[in-house]
Structures are given as C-alpha cells and as structure tokens.
C-alpha cells in the first residue's frame, strides 16, 4: 500500500508483475475536514504511467476509510515493463478538483520488480 498524504514521508514502494497494487490518497483541508469534489463520478481521478512515460490506466478513485481518504487498487499487468537502472520509475498521478473548482494533484513514484 502506498499512502500518499502530503504530510507522510515516503518510501518508494515496489510491486512485482501480477500483484495487486494499493495507493492511499488523502484530500483534506488546512483544518483536517475532507475536501469536497466537484464531480464524486469523476474526482478523484488517477491515471497510471509506466517507466517509459506511457499511460496505462485511468479511472476515479474510490472513497475509503476516513472522509477525505480514497484508493486505487491497481493489479500490475504481467507484460509490465520492470524498474531498472536506465528507466524512470513508474507513477501515479490523482487529481481532485473542488467544489469551488480548484485543482489539485498528488504523484506517487513506484517500481515494478521481478
């Protein structure tokens, strides 16, 4: 599980091919209340970017846990490009757009082992 709160030191995570992945996102105000989506069908959304940069998922997270708190499940394709030395790492990014239509993104680098 990778949790993503901006507030939490992280470390990146390492996942293998055909295991199931978890991100944690958490979108909350100064005061610690839960943000407000704009739109709960379409925000948070995320999309999945391999270690060349390609996107290979999108999709909305899903609320889970404590109000403000959501997660991706993400099962890594058994053809996934590994992590290695002369690669980025992988990524995901989640975005949230407000009730007063104010944006915001959290990224979260990972690595695809053997």
Do not use: H
Request: charged letters at 25%; proline letters at 4%.
């Amino acid at each position: 599980m990778a949790d993503t709160n901006p507030n939490t030191q992280r470390q990146r995570q390492s996942w293998q091919r055909g295991q199931q992945a978890e991100f944690r996102f958490k979108f909350l105000k100064r005061d610690q209340t839960p943000m407000i989506s704009l739109d709960a069908t379409k925000y948070p959304g995320f999309a999945i970017y391999s270690c060349t940069g390609t996107q290979v998922q999108t999709g909305t997270a899903t609320a889970f846990g404590d109000p403000g708190s959501y997660r991706v499940l993400w099962t890594v394709p058994e053809d996934a490009d590994l992590t290695n030395d002369n690669v980025g790492t992988w990524c995901i990014v989640c975005t949230f757009i407000d009730s007063r239509k104010k944006s915001y993104e959290l990224s979260y680098d990972f690595e695809v082992r053997e």
